[in-house]
């Protein structure tokens, strides 16, 4: 049987967890907000890495293609 001091502990940390469950409050306002900023940052810089890549394999071709003509001229 429950005896009057068990019930009572148990009603004080009932009211000690909803008590201290009320007092955090996580503002997650700037978290989203830097997440967002670092993610928007590497997004660019992976354009501009993206982007730079393309124009080196694209120059790349091209000086192959160029040598590829100068061959083929001169083998006439």
Do not use: C, P
Not at 9 to 32: G, P, Q, W
Not at 33 to 48: D, K, R, V, W
Not at 51 to 74: C, F, G, H, M, P
Request: charged share 20%; no cysteine.
């Amino acid at each position: 049987m429950i005896n009057f001091k068990t019930v009572f502990a148990i009603a004080l940390l009932s009211a000690s967890t909803a008590a201290t469950a009320d007092e955090i409050v996580i503002d997650t306002t700037d978290l989203h907000a830097a997440i967002s900023a670092q993610l928007a940052e590497g997004l660019e810089q992976m354009q501009q890495d993206l982007n730079e890549d393309l124009n080196a394999i694209l120059v790349a071709q091209k000086d192959e293609q160029a040598d590829t003509s100068v061959s083929a001229q001169r083998a006439e």
